[in-house]
Each structure stands twice: as C-alpha cells, then as structure tokens.
C-alpha cells in the first residue's frame, strides 16, 4: 500500500502544534533558580568534629577520590593513674569532585555521622584541579545543608536523644535521693536539739522523795 502523500507532513505539523500550546517548563537558570528537593545530591559537606579518621569513607568508594591523611597523637590519662590513650588526628580530607560520580556510599558508610548531602551545585570551575575541595571548603558546604526531616509522631527517639534522656533521669533521680537525705539529715539534727533543750530545762525530781520531817520524830 503506497503511503497518503503529505501524511507526514500532516503529523509533524500536528506536533508542533501541541507542543507550541503547552505551558513552557523551562527553568530560565541561572536568571531564575531552580527549586530543588531538600535532599539533592549537589555537593558532600564534612562534618569535622565527627570524623575520626576511620578511612571507611576512603574505602567505600568506587572511585576513590576521597583523600584523607592523619597522624596519632598521645592523649594523657582522664584520671590519675590511668592509662594514655592514643587517638587519630585529621591532618587532610579532600573530595575530587571532578572524579565523584554522587553515589552516596560515603555518606551511607560513615558510622560518625560526618559526610552529609547539600543540594548545592554551583561550584563549576574553569580549572579541574579546583574541583579537588579540601577541608575548609567541605566544612563550609556543612552550612548548607538542609535540616533532617521531622520524625514521625509515633517513632521511636532516637538513641542519642534516648540515651540523654536516661542520663538526664539518673541524675534527677540522684538529686532527689540526696535532697531527701540532707532533709533526713536536717530532721535528725533538729530532734536532738530539741531533746538537748528538754535535758537542760529544770525538771521535778524523780524517784522517792525525802518526806518532810514531821512532828514526834525527834
Ligand atoms: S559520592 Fe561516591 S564517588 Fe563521590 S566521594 Fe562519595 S563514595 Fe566517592
Ligand atoms: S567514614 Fe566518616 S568518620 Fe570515617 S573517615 Fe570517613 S568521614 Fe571520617
């Protein structure tokens, strides 16, 4: 069957058409800024103060461009006689951005909570060597990073906040026990100042009693 003449035509026409009526959807970036979801993945912020220098991170990804350098360092004993500890010092944590392909298996592995997720993306650079952030700048993409989502009502608190939760009570329960003693305590003290008192007060004389000397004894 030989094809109608100007079908195509037709159809292509038509296309244009509809696409010429619908609503444009397109961002007029960087004039207007585009609304991201809270959770984009645009650059990884590091949380220092987390990090213990584990390397899981370093490990973990695929393409290896996580650069961590440390040393050791000697802590002294928390009490008299006890003994040094030794701890990991960051003395480098860089992230190639140009290598990162933003699969997250840093972030996910982390057991310190360290690397999180900002959806900020502006950071092109003319020079690929730039794109190698150190430290002070993934600290500074820590800024912007959104806030957790809200917990649902009914979950369960999470162990940190169950944990100082449970510190906070042992130490209100210590308190109350104290005040209850030093209470006790202050009772004690108070009855036997009053039973002091009763002793020094001048009382009748107990016991038999020497009888008046009465008349005809003589
Ligand atoms: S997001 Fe993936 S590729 Fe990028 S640094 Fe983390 S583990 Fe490596
Ligand atoms: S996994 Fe987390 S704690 Fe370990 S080195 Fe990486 S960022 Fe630091």
């Known amino acids: 069957m030989s094809p109608v003449p100007g079908r195509g035509l037709a159809k292509g ?74 701890r990991n010092v960051l003395d480098r944590f860089a992230i ?10 840093c972030i996910e592995v982390c057991p310190f909570d360290a ?37 649902d009502p009914a979950a369960e608190d999470p162990k940190e906040i169950a944990a100082a939760r449970k510190t906070a009570d042992k130490l209100a329960a210590e308190q109350a026990a104290q005040a209850q003693q030093a209470e006790q305590a202050q009772a004690g003290t108070q009855a036997q100042a009053d039973d002091g008192t009763q002793a020094d007060s001048p ?7 020497a009888e008046p000397p009465q008349e005809g004894d003589a």
């Not at 794109?131 to 800024?143: S, V």
């Open 115 to 151: 690397l999180f997720w900002s959806p900020e993306f502006e950071y092109a650079e003319t020079d690929i060597h730039e794109l190698t952030h150190e430290r002070d700048k993934l600290r500074e993409w820590m800024w912007t990073v959104p806030a957790p989502p809200a917990l």
């Open 96 to 105: 190639d951005f140009a290598l990162c392909m933003y699969c997250g298996i």
């Open 13 to 86: 026409l038509a296309v244009t058409l509809r696409t010429m009526t619908r609503r444009s959807v397109t961002a007029q970036y960087p004039d207007a800024q585009p609304e991201l979801p809270p959770r984009t993945r645009g650059v990884i912020g590091l949380f220092e103060e987390n990090c213990t220098v584990c390397m899981l991170c370093a490990r973990e990804c695929p393409d290896w461009c996580i650069y961590i350098d440390s040393h050791k360092e000697t802590v002294p004993p928390a009490a008299p006689g006890g003994r040094e500890r030794s």
């Open 203 to 209: 009382q009748a004389p107990q016991g038999p009693q």
